[in-house]
């Protein structure tokens, strides 16, 4: 039942920052965890970070760590990734994900997820 739209995507210069959105409709978003991933051309889908249901908990792929936050507002149904000092290599369809879980258990396993938004394009380019 639970379904997620991300939005606010976009093309970005290298060191800019950008806000990305993951809406939930059809449950309320704090029964879950919520965990962002990216998929570069020709690489495989890779883990950014994950949240925990209430925001205490929060988990980041060395990568990102420092650059990237994520946030929740469960009142409006809303997890948001905050990424700053954007590089080149952030580039990349990012998606966020939904997982039955109060805190981010082995949060890097796409498999573990059982919902999915659409994704959206980012693009780190002068």
């Known amino acids: 039942q639970l379904q997620l739209v991300e939005s606010g995507g976009g093309l970005v210069q290298p060191g800019g920052s950008l806000r990305l959105s993951c809406a939930a409709s059809?449950?309320?978003?704090?029964?879950?965890?919520i965990g962002w991933f990216r998929q570069a051309p020709g690489k495989e889908r890779e883990g950014v970070g994950c949240?925990?249901?209430?925001?205490?908990?929060?988990k980041y792929a060395t990568s990102v760590k420092g650059r990237f936050t994520i946030s929740r507002d469960n009142a409006n149904n809303t997890v948001y990734l905050q990424m700053n000092s954007l590089k080149p290599e952030d580039t990349a369809i990012y998606y966020c994900?939904?997982?039955?879980?109060?805190?981010?258990?082995?949060?890097?396993?796409?498999?573990?997820?059982?919902?999915w938004g659409q994704g959206t394009q980012v693009t780190v380019s002068s």
């Open positions: 994900a939904a997982l039955n879980l109060k805190f981010c258990l082995l949060w890097g396993t796409s498999g573990r997820y059982p919902y």
């Open positions: 059809g449950s309320t978003l704090d029964y879950y965890a």
């Open positions: 949240i925990s249901t209430s925001g205490s908990d929060t």
